[in-house]
């Protein structure tokens, strides 16, 4: 059997930046060369990013993407490198390929990967399976491909998958069987969900069984807009060992030495049957024919063993932590802001955002600040000042009482009218100062009160980014008080145990307009994130009356954001796609 | 021939209002029994409203959908309505009929069409092609229907189609064809864009011969959030002659006779092979199955001959303001609010939108407020106050400098940041106005100024409903004199000629920072509606510097909402989709 030196690539792709893409799959691949590497993955779409979404339709794009493609081959072999096998996702389409401003490369996307070698693009091949579900529109964007592609590598048939292809059963991995592969490269940009990371393991297992082959799966990791990718790279073997794996949210190379069988000296292009083939699900896609290339140069013999080790995996809150840091991190850092600022309260949800913010960028690009109005407490302010000395963020005091009191010397206004008032002074304010000195504005709102509607439109809504957004605010707490475990606590023990309040009127507390968190998250959870109607929240055990409230409460939320706010949608689950609630005027649960 | 007489209900659903689109049903259902009709026909997914998006995810809501539909068809046969065959479209689902709230009704969802008569659900027909662009994603919500419906009523055999599926060649029209049907119903929920009437008659010509049948096309009308139905609905003979067509945006039953053909007495299940057939493209989908229902009764006989007539097209003017009317007062009313407020400064673009307000709602229930700063010239507050006086809407006047100054004695801000203030004091008064008033804010920026960024986040951005977002200011121009042609001039024509300026410094106009309209609007249409590429606008005749500088601006813009606000995005056509602009920082053309 001979041995291949696999190095998985699970880096940082940024969306529409073809050269920068281009340059740090040469840097990486240099990197896999040196540690003895004969073949690179990279994630999908790495030259392009991912997802491009609309950009898919600019031919000038594609026709870039192709381009980059072609000019990539040459230049890792001007590197030196050609005798790597690189696998690189990319934008593809049909018809002949761009080579000027002026050619249209066609109608027909596709989610491709391709294999480069020797100054040459080796083969190619297209997204089997699309997915269009969660985050993905991929029936939006791209044609699926209809035939596997497997190259001859030194004997041994390696057959290239693309994401999807490894969550469905049928297609590519039946196909790879029949086609005899040894090794069945997947890559992927799958965006991270809690505990996602558990059902990877065992779909990689299923697949590599259906395969027959080992497989090598490898994803991105980055913050993308309101994705985040978690790594999570592994190889596992026919009978499904798990050989390597790498750990979540940090860039790297899996180097890892696999002896993979030699491939039968004359393929058939058809695929061969093998009547050891366990009995999956039948499929229409099952009999996709096979594209073959071959190359023939004779692979480096390698002088010692390498093996990637299994990375530990890590607790609930550490993952949703390093998710929300990276998340943060990536937005800010590319789309080019220098720093981000935003309001400090003192409050736990203000503190949790401080404290993501400094962990992402260093306290030096971080700004808090403090807004005091007249009803604002000593000890929000303290807390404020106390945060802000743990951290070492840029701490400053702008009260708003003599901006809100000019407001109510003009106008005639009362009540909520007041309250939500002094929230989008402090709005005016941080927006002046990010017009003035270039910071990007954090929102900081959590999901459980964006959901029921606490929140001022204009006011505590105001920035570009909420690391909070898709948190209950039990999951606030709960992140607090872990992150006060990890090293010296950012978060002042106040913040964390005192009695929410989102201070806009003399002695106010969350808990005169809203149920218990405790109560309030899990019927959020079904209702938003799960579909779920009355008859079910109440068969699982949650009371009707307390149904009731919550659901007429996201009900007039969803109200209030179709009055003063176009497109400000909630989010149905972390970092996934923004959703549209019911128009609820219309269909109300059992009301 | 027997003749039958058809009513296309050209009516207005609300998404979500399941109750109210049942007596919706009813109450037509009535009027096309007391015209003497055989068959009325609803638009596409009449019952729930289109479109559902997420809600039909929700199992409660799909059991409410297929609950309601056998309701209605019990009502109908009550109301003494049991002889009339309602054809209605609705959401329906694989597995059992739910008939409590714990049943499930199944993962594979439908866009349904059903035969309503005699108190039961005759037939139902499942949706076979699937849009999945523009404004469209079925593929995310339905399963794709495989076989045709062909209900035989009183010897003529009628087949039902949806929407889409005659927008594409193959499938249910030439399954209809070889069925031998003599009448296909096709009901949609078409949304508007300009001069899509131009492409709707061709098509259901292309239809008709393609399944050898006259086709009744009915089609939706009304506002839905961003889209707009537009009505259209028609009926055209076997050999494409256009029999009668209703107008654009109105609501309204076409009732016409058809003289239609006796089918065979023995129908065929698999349908029948038609020699004299044209050749149309081959399509996999050609095969459908068809699912036969008969109605035995006889058909009343008609003491008349009605015809529908055949509506005049209008000017694009007409069109386009008659969807914006349109599409703000369904916002407007579907949402329950009782009255609009926006901002009133003598300019362009809030004169057009206060003219659109109170076509739409009447001058009672619009509040245009002007908010003059240091800046505001004298003209500005006179055009402003003409206006009010011309249409006669509630005008305010709210000086807007001692809250400016406010700020600007309590902050250190200088050039683009006081100018951002100004308009955002304004955004906060508004809506404290909403806030104390309960009005709805609009927002009044044209499509051109939000495109290139020249507008302020959480200023004149503020507000739930913008009617101008789609529509270039070159079109503002153009709509506003045309609707001064129209009866008494709404719109002073000082607004009109005078040069266009935000008035945030001493003598600032549009021309300091942007391009002539009139070159900047087409660069605007082919970069973001057409995905155009630097080379394609160039060779448009373009001019190359100018086709630089709008790129730099748009793609600035698109920055700009990234500092400031999560899913602000522009629309990409009328009434459409909202769509991502490209990241810029990293793919900008030809820079």
């Given at each position: 059997m001979p041995t291949l030196r696999i190095a998985l690539a699970q880096v940082n792709p940024t969306v529409g930046d073809i050269p920068g893409n281009a340059a740090s799959i040469r840097r990486w691949s240099r990197e896999a060369a040196d540690a003895g590497a004969h073949l690179v993955a990279f994630p999908?779409?790495?030259?392009?990013?991912?997802?491009?979404e609309d950009l898919v339709f600019r031919n000038s794009f594609v026709a870039a993407s192709q381009h980059a493609l072609r000019t990539l081959a040459a230049d890792l072999a001007a590197d030196g490198l050609g005798d790597l096998a690189v696998v690189v996702g990319y934008v593809d389409a049909d018809?002949?390929?761009?080579?000027?401003?002026?050619?249209v490369p066609g109608t027909g996307r596709r989610d491709a990967s391709a294999l480069l070698h020797g100054g040459e693009v080796v083969a190619t091949y297209f997204k089997h399976h699309l997915p269009n579900y969660g985050v993905f529109d991929e029936d939006r964007y791209f044609e699926p491909g209809i035939e596997l592609t497997v190259v001859r590598l030194d004997g041994v048939d390696v057959a290239l998958t693309v994401c999807e292809d490894i969550w469905q059963a049928g297609g590519p991995f039946t196909a790879a069987r029949r086609a005899g592969a040894g090794l069945v490269v997947n890559i992927n940009a799958s965006p991270y969900e809690l505990n996602k990371d558990d059902v990877r393991l065992p779909l990689v297992q299923r697949r590599a069984a259906e395969a027959g082959a080992t497989v090598a799966y490898v994803n991105a990791v980055g913050g993308q807009d309101e994705l985040v990718f978690d790594g999570d790279s592994m190889i596992v073997s026919p009978?499904?060992?798990?050989l390597t794996r790498a750990g979540q949210f940090t860039e790297g190379l899996l180097v890892h030495d696999l002896d993979l069988p030699v491939a039968d000296t004359v393929p058939n292009a058809e695929g061969s049957t093998d009547a050891a083939a366990p009995a999956f699900e039948e499929s229409r896609d099952d009999h996709m024919p096979v594209k073959r290339a071959i190359i023939d140069t004779k692979l480096a013999a390698l002088t010692d063993k390498r093996t990637g080790g299994i990375a530990d995996r890590i607790a609930d809150e550490a993952e949703i932590w390093s998710a929300l840091v990276l998340g943060l991190r990536d937005y800010v850092n590319k789309n080019r802001f220098q720093s981000v600022i935003f309001g400090?309260?003192?409050?736990i949800d203000s503190a949790v955002v401080a404290a993501i913010a400094v962990d992402a960028?260093?306290?030096?690009?971080v700004v808090g600040v403090?807004?005091?109005?007249?009803?604002?407490s000593e000890h929000s302010k303290d807390d404020a000042a106390d945060l802000a000395k743990r951290t070492g963020l840029d701490y400053r005091v702008q009260p708003i009482q003599p901006m809100v009191d000019s407001f109510l010397a003009n106008m005639s206004l009362s009540g909520l009218a007041v309250e939500n008032l002094q929230a989008r002074v402090r709005g005016v304010i941080l927006m002046a100062l990010s017009n003035q000195e270039g910071h990007l504005v954090l929102t900081t709102g959590n999901k459980s009160e964006l959901a029921v509607g606490y929140s001022t439109l204009y006011g505590d809504?105001?920035?570009?980014?909420?690391?909070?957004?898709?948190?209950?605010k039990s999951m606030v707490w709960q992140l607090a008080r872990w992150r006060n475990t990890?090293?010296?606590?950012?978060?002042?023990e106040n913040s964390i145990t005192k009695a929410p309040s989102?201070?806009?009127?003399?002695?106010?507390?969350d808990s005169d307009s809203l149920p218990d968190y405790s109560v309030l998250d899990p019927i959020i959870k079904g209702y938003?994130?799960?579909?779920?109607g009355r008859a079910e929240l109440i068969a699982a055990g949650n009371d009707p009356a307390l149904v009731d409230r919550v659901f007429r409460m996201i009900d007039i939320a969803e109200y209030k954001r179709r009055q003063a706010a176009p497109g400000t949608k909630i989010s149905g689950?972390?970092?996934g796609r923004d959703r549209r609630l019911p128009i609820t005027n219309s269909f109300r649960e059992g009301l």
């Open positions: 999908e779409m790495m030259l392009t990013g991912y997802p491009i018809g002949p390929p761009a080579t000027s401003a002026e050619a009978d499904g060992v798990l400090l309260s003192g409050g960028l260093g306290p030096e690009r403090s807004l005091p109005s007249g009803y604002s809504s105001v920035g570009g980014f909420n690391p909070l957004k898709d948190v209950p990890q090293g010296n606590p950012p978060i002042p989102a201070e806009l009127r003399p002695g106010q507390r938003v994130d799960h579909d779920l689950k972390a970092f």
